[in-house]
């Protein structure tokens, strides 16, 4: 064997021996998470573990919902819901208070069945037609968005006719219910819709009456493995990160 050979086989090793020193210390970090970056996290998590060596274990569903588990004392490491929710948290001595970090925002909007005529919902003239021509809409309870809609029909003056033919659930996904034909509109996060197979998406809401909820990590109290889920937070705040957040309907940051 050269000189050149035998090299090669040391540093190899070498290499090997660091990978398995490093993925030694893996972890097992439980997330409970927001629906609205399940698109993002379903993307961005098999890379963190690639990348660091931990497994990532995650529910979804609404941020409501998530927090109401952390505060049932849930053993998870890391909550990803809203700032205030995490901030409420902090305050019940469930999060580390000053470990939350925003990692992005997320708008509201609305799908039909897939095929499915698309109606105006540029302004709010518009959209208040189309939510009184709809013959269902689907909206969660608990849910940003659906807590966020319910106001709204009430401040349009729409609220009776709205409620009458609405479908909500507490949580999950009001997309899968127009797919399903048991909607003929939803109205949820933006992320959420734009992953929902079976429907077309129709838009945002109108700015003038659009709500950008921002989502934010923190470390809980009861985190077993507080480092590996402060390393995936920063994980999440990478450009890379960023990008898949773009593209799945997000804005990143604050």
Not at 38 to 66: K, S
Not at 237 to 247: D, T, W, Y
Request: glycine share 8%.
């Amino acid at each position: 064997m050269t000189v050149f050979a035998r090299s090669i086989l040391r540093t190899g090793f070498a290499t090997a021996l660091a990978l398995a020193a490093g993925f030694a210390n893996a972890a097992e970090i439980k997330v409970l998470s927001t629906m609205a970056l399940r698109p993002v996290l379903e993307e961005l998590l098999p890379q963190f573990e690639r990348a660091h060596g931990h497994r990532v274990v995650i529910d979804y569903d609404t941020a409501n919902i998530m927090a109401n588990r952390v505060r049932a004392g849930a053993a998870v490491d890391l909550a990803i819901v809203t700032p205030a929710l995490l901030a409420e948290l902090a305050v019940q001595n469930r999060v580390v208070a000053g470990s939350n970090v925003t990692l992005a925002r997320s708008g509201v909007g609305i799908v039909v069945r897939k095929g499915a005529l698309k109606p105006d919902i540029s302004t709010v003239d518009t959209l208040k037609r189309a939510l009184l021509e709809a013959k269902s809409i689907a909206y969660t309870t608990t849910g940003q968005s659906g807590t966020y809609f319910a106001g709204l029909i009430e401040r349009l003056g729409i609220a009776a006719e709205v409620k009458a033919k609405a479908r909500t659930p507490a949580g999950g996904s009001t997309g899968e219910l127009v797919a399903k034909g048991e909607a003929e509109m939803a109205v949820q996060q933006i992320p959420e819709l734009l992953a929902t197979p079976g429907v077309d998406y129709v838009g945002p809401l109108p700015p003038s009456v659009q709500n950008m909820t921002p989502f934010a990590a923190g470390v809980t109290t009861v985190a077993k493995e507080p480092a590996a889920a402060r390393a995936l937070i920063e994980f999440l705040q990478a450009p890379a990160a960023a990008r898949v957040m773009r593209e799945k309907g997000l804005e990143p940051g604050a």
